[in-house]
């Protein structure tokens, strides 16, 4: 087995282009771009011979791009999608963690998930903290809205319809938190780079935007996991190089959204010839 190793890094405008290096002579090359869109468009020029990112994001672009793309293998690096609250807001987290615990109780949940076919990602409920105080005892709250940052850049979690309507999964699951909690929704939509810095600044109280818990990011801010995705592969139509598995990403030409999980999972790939 031949592990892979970081050679190369350039950065060029919004781009950076990584290039990754298999003792001998495979050699991948990881471009990162400012959204999961823009590393699509890249794959569908054929300037990327794949996208990795989240799953249930490639899965609904492979659907809806009327067979020119296809997803291949299964998900990988499975990891925990976070509500992400302040380090300075336990009486928020705590009334979070009720609320999504009160949704999978009355079925709004599971609802959430099955409307956008992601029912497989579900958790158990969460343990209900002892002493969650009323609204009007939390500062978040006191106003009776929840600002919630969110990158509405991510069907089917978060994007856009037709009508320039907030849908997906978090989103109907964020209304269903705030219907649990007896406050509306407040959104702020903005990159995913700057969520993390939003919520420890108090731009937002919460976020939620498929984002996944890893220990760089709970050292920033806190979590209230609610669904369990991983990373999956996006190629051309009949996949014309032949990629079944994250090690036959040596040697390609690979397109991830800068900021993300999956930078990290594609890190983790050993490769062979």
Same mark, same amino acid.
């Given at each position: 087995?031949?592990?892979?190793?970081?050679?190369?890094?350039?950065?060029?405008?919004?781009?950076?282009?990584?290039?990754?290096?298999?003792?001998? /002579?495979?050699?991948?090359?990881?471009?990162?771009?400012?959204?999961?869109?823009?590393?699509?468009?890249?794959?569908?020029?054929?300037?990327?011979?794949?996208?990795?990112?989240?799953?249930?994001?490639?899965?609904?672009?492979?659907?809806?791009?009327?067979?020119?793309?296809?997803?291949?293998?299964?998900?990988?690096?499975? !990891?925990?999608?976070?509500?992400?609250?302040?380090?300075?807001?336990?009486?928020?987290?705590?009334?979070?963690?009720?609320?999504?615990?009160?949704?999978?109780?009355?079925?709004?949940?599971?609802?959430?998930?099955?409307?956008?076919?992601?029912?497989?990602?579900?958790?158990?409920?969460?343990?209900?903290?002892?002493?969650?105080?009323?609204?009007?005892?939390?500062?978040?709250?006191?106003?009776?809205?929840?600002?919630?940052?969110?990158?509405?850049?991510?069907?089917?979690?978060?994007?856009?319809?037709?009508?320039?309507?907030?849908?997906?999964?978090?989103?109907?699951?964020?209304?269903?938190?705030? /219907?649990?909690?007896?406050?509306?929704?407040?959104?702020?939509?903005?990159?995913?780079?700057?969520?993390?810095?939003?919520?420890?600044?108090?731009?937002?109280?919460?976020?939620?935007?498929?984002?996944?818990?890893?220990?760089?990011?709970?050292?920033?801010?806190?979590?209230?996991?609610?669904?369990?995705? !991983?990373?999956?592969?996006?190629?051309?139509?009949?996949?014309?190089?032949?990629?079944?598995?994250?090690?036959?990403?040596?040697?390609?030409?690979?397109?991830?959204?800068?900021?993300?999980?999956?930078?990290?999972?594609?890190?983790?790939?050993?490769?062979?010839?």
């Amino acid at each position: 087995m031949l592990v892979w190793r970081i050679a190369l890094v350039l950065v060029i405008g919004s781009t950076q282009l990584l290039a990754m290096g298999c003792a001998g /002579s495979q050699e991948a090359v990881v471009r990162t771009f400012p959204s999961t869109p823009r590393a699509i468009s890249e794959l569908k020029r054929g300037w990327a011979d794949a996208v990795v990112g989240d799953y249930p994001v490639v899965v609904h672009t492979a659907r809806e791009s009327m067979g020119t793309l296809e997803v291949v293998g299964s998900q990988f690096d499975t !990891g925990m999608f976070g509500i992400g609250v302040s380090k300075s807001a336990p009486d928020l987290k705590a009334a979070i963690t009720a609320a999504l615990a009160k949704t999978m109780e009355d079925g709004s949940y599971m609802g959430a998930l099955r409307n956008w076919a992601l029912h497989i990602g579900k958790i158990d409920a969460p343990a209900v903290p002892a002493g969650v105080k009323p609204n009007d005892q939390i500062p978040q709250l006191a106003d009776g809205k929840l600002h919630i940052g969110i990158e509405m850049a991510f069907p089917p979690m978060e994007f856009y319809d037709e009508l320039k309507k907030p849908v997906g999964a978090d989103v109907e699951i964020a209304m269903a938190l705030a /219907s649990a909690l007896g406050v509306e929704v407040e959104w702020v939509n903005m990159d995913f780079d700057g969520l993390i810095k939003a919520v420890e600044t108090g731009q937002v109280d919460v976020l939620i935007s498929a984002m996944t818990v890893t220990p760089e990011r709970e050292a920033q801010i806190d979590f209230v996991p609610y669904l369990e995705m !991983g990373s999956g592969i996006l190629v051309i139509m009949g996949n014309p190089k032949r990629i079944m598995r994250p090690e036959h990403l040596c040697g390609r030409t690979v397109a991830l959204q800068e900021g993300t999980s999956q930078i990290e999972a594609v890190r983790k790939i050993d490769c062979w010839k």
